[in-house]
T-cell receptor
Framework: EVQLVESGGGLVQPGGSLRLSCAASGFTFSSYWMHWVRQAPGKGLVWVSRINSDGSATNYADSVKGRFTISRDNAKNTLYLQMNSLRAEDTAVYYCARATYGDNSGRALDYWGQGTLATVSS | DIQMTQSPSSLSASVGDRVTITCRASQSISSYLNWYQQKPGKAPKLLIYAASSLQSGVPSRFSGSGSGTDFTLTISSLQPEDFATYYC?????????FGQGTNVEIK
């Protein structure tokens, strides 16, 4: 069974840092691109970042570029999101998600974790 | 960036109704369009990928269509468990933008 379990959320002051983790199991983690998506309280889904299967390529939303870093450790089956210089507007539930691949896959996000809440407040 | 616009933002419907949600992209995205369902306090769930393919385990009352810039999600006969928020997402280019969501409520 595919499982994605996020951790690392919590309360942090503006300007602070958090490191989110996403532990993967039930599939060959090193074969899949992975994404982070966030959702502010009461708001919609916002794409944050993605990383390719071997960690050599990354992309970010403009709103987090230069402040957030996505990475992965395929030996530990774990995805990370290092969040620095946090702002109040980064307050959200952060989800990790697995991306499908192959012809006609739509590159969709087929499995999601339960999410971890990061709250940025003084 | 590609903008995704869903309509309506919310709708009220009854059990058994046929429901259609539309999603428009600001430029052509071929068939790189996926639909998700989200219930309160839960993670999103993939319903439709590549515009019209039904994800494994999803009931056949859900269907998707479209290509280019205009897409639709249809629920042929709304069931009680279908009351939720639905999002489209384009995966043609990064950033992988989502629509703003459509909240389907009970009439």
């Amino acid at each position: 069974e595919v499982q994605l379990v996020e951790s690392g959320g919590g309360l942090v002051q503006p300007g602070g840092s958090l490191r989110l983790s996403c532990a993967a199991s039930g599939f060959t983690f090193s074969s899949y691109w992975m994404h982070w998506v966030r959702q502010a309280p009461g708001k919609g889904l916002v794409w944050v970042s993605r990383i390719n299967s071997d960690g050599s390529a990354t992309n970010y939303a403009d709103s987090v570029k230069g402040r957030f870093t996505i990475s992965r450790d395929n030996a530990k089956n774990t995805l990370y999101l290092q969040m620095n210089s946090l702002r109040a507007e980064d307050t959200a539930v952060y989800y990790c998600a697995r991306a499908t691949y192959g012809d006609n896959s739509g590159r969709a996000l087929d499995y999601w974790g339960q999410g971890t809440l990061a709250t940025v407040s003084s | 960036d590609i903008q995704m616009t869903q309509s309506p933002s919310s709708l009220s419907a009854s059990v058994g109704d046929r429901v259609t949600i539309t999603c428009r992209a600001s430029q052509s995205i071929s068939s790189y369009l996926n639909w998700y369902q989200q219930k309160p306090g839960k993670a999103p769930k993939l319903l439709i990928y590549a515009a019209s393919s039904l994800q494994s385990g999803v009931p056949s009352r859900f269907s998707g269509s479209g290509s280019g810039t205009d897409f639709t999600l249809t629920i042929s006969s709304l069931q009680p468990e279908d009351f939720a928020t639905y999002y489209c997402q384009q995966t043609y280019s990064t950033p992988r933008t989502f629509g703003q969501g459509t909240n389907v409520e009970i009439k």
